[in-house]
């Protein structure tokens, strides 16, 4: 299982790059990652384990966070509604999105930043999402509130993006035009 010394740091170049297209029909190596990724963030969510093992708790964690620069993420997070959504996703792509944004009003954090960095992050409200799940099956589906945000902070970690690149250097509590506020 994986542990937060899988986890690379803010630094490391890897965070910095873009990672490449997983190829199809995923090999029996990619799928292992991918699962690992997907136990991680649910492991990281069950208080013993978390304990056991100094899991930090994650909604979401991409390949590149464990020094592995293939399109790969997993998402396991409840909506406003107290549905799961959970995905681990190859290669996964924001197909369309809303021009209205939301942002937590908490901020976000990273599993690969070890510090807060504070200030709002700007994403979209509503996404829909493409990609290849662990059976090679191809899925499509929308998503607003905090798993919309969360897919959006993993798909970037794919294209080598921080969370805190987002962040209104001047003013990082900057009122965010036509955008939801989300409480967390
Ligand atoms: O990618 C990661 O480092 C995991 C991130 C994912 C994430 C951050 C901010 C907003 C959405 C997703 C976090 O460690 S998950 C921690 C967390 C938990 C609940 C809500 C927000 C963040
Ligand atoms: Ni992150």
Redo the contacts with the bound molecule.
Sequence with gaps: MLTMEDIIRDGHPTLRKVAEEVPMPPSEEDKQILKSLLEYVQNSQDEDIASKYGL???????AP?INVLKRMIAVH?QDSKGNLISHALFNPKIASHSVERSY?TAG??????DKAIPGFVPRYARVTIKGIDLDGNEIKFRLKG?PA??FQ??ID?LNGIM?YDYIDKEDPYKEIENAIAIE?
């Design positions: 930090r708790a994650g909604i979401g964690l991409a966070q997070v937590l976000e954090g990273c599993l690969s930043v905090l945000i969360a902070h993993e970690h969370f967390r």
